[in-house]
């Protein structure tokens, strides 16, 4: 199997793989993107990039290819040395070496590589088995369906009956014999003197319903005079999580030896940096940070500045 298999396997897990002799392949978090010329949306990745100046042994690749193999671990550097002189000569040979599912290698000067990494693997576990894909936008249709136009019809407010009523009262009075006369009277006088109660009655309803917009309210004329106690919460600190966590740091080096972390530790605090020791990685390496953040953002935007005097400086996520 050749080398650059091993890389790949350990690029899923790891944000930072070191060739000796060669260089550093650091992995860094990217964020999904959609591209509006093209409308391809593209899930969040692990966008790849290369230093040629992180060339020291951290013990991860050969202890993983060791394991792998089932040989020792000095013979799982000789087969990486035995690598990289092949990669180093076809550089010189070719000026370009290609790494199957890493990237391309230009050789460009007597030592300055430029790396272009291949984007068919997506090394971020999160996102295993997303693709990217084509989304158009969905116009609008237009319907040709022809508008019909209703005309407006206006509506016969029924007619009052109340004054034809009475009056078909009254004749039908003068149509009936002298015998009934007396009891279409009264029954006349009866539905007149109700319908004028049916409109007073309606009056004095509209007259209720009209509310003034602007009634004045009344002022209050009293006064609390009981001071409520003011209630206080207590908090336990103990059960409150850290919001600003830092989970991202700028490594100064990886030391097996815990008193060469120390060590370094201490120079760098002289020099200024919050430094800290983060822990050891699987290997056992103990891994000195200058600085801690809480976001992949922030502490990117730093290493540029720290790298001015520190070139090996790299980005590491625990986890």
């Known amino acids: 199997m050749p080398l650059e298999k091993y890389i790949s396997d350990l690029l899923y897990r790891y944000d930072l793989v070191i060739i000796p002799e060669f260089g550093g392949l650091i992995g860094r978090k990217t964020s999904a993107r959609f591209n509006p ?5 593209s899930p969040p990745h692990k966008e790849l990039s290369f230093n040629n100046q992180l060339q020291k042994n951290d013990g991860l690749l050969a202890n993983y290819i060791a394991e792998a193999k089932g040989i020792t671990y000095n013979e ?6 035995s690598e990289v002189k092949h990669w180093q000569n076809q550089l010189k040979e070719e ?3 290609k790494l199957d599912q890493i990237g391309i290698f230009n050789l460009v000067s007597h030592d300055k590589l430029i790396f272009l990494p291949l984007t068919t693997k997506n090394y971020l576990a999160e996102a295993y088995g997303l693709i990217s894909f084509v989304h158009k936008p969905v116009k609008a249709l237009q319907s040709d369906m022809p508008v019909i136009k209703t005309g407006s019809k206006k509506i016969n407010k029924p007619k009052q009956k109340t004054k034809a009523t009475v009056k078909s009262v009254v004749k039908t009075y003068q149509k009936t014999p002298s015998t009934q006369s007396s009891k279409l009277w009264k029954y006349a006088a009866v539905f007149v003197l109700g319908l004028g109660i049916f409109t007073a009655g309606i009056k004095v309803i509209k007259q209720q319903n009209h509310v003034p917009q ?3 309210y009344q002022k209050a004329t009293f006064v609390l005079k009981q001071n409520f106690p003011a209630v206080q919460i207590g908090q336990k600190q103990d059960n409150v999580a850290k919001i600003n966590q830092e989970k991202y740091f700028i490594i100064s080096g990886a030391f097996r030896s815990k008193q060469n972390a120390v060590n370094n530790l201490e120079t760098l605090k002289k020099q200024g940096f919050p430094a800290k020791i983060v822990g050891q990685t699987n290997h056992g390496l103990w891994l000195v940070a200058y600085q801690g953040f809480t976001s992949d953002e922030a502490a990117h ?19």
């Open 37 to 41: 010329q093209t409308y391809i949306f």
């Open 76 to 81: 799982a550097l000789e087969f990486i040395q």
């Open 214 to 216: 602007d009634m004045p």
């Open 301 to 319: 935007n730093m290493l540029p500045q720290i790298k001015q005097t520190h070139s090996a400086a790299w980005v590491y996520r625990a986890e």
């Open 95 to 97: 000026k370009r070496l």
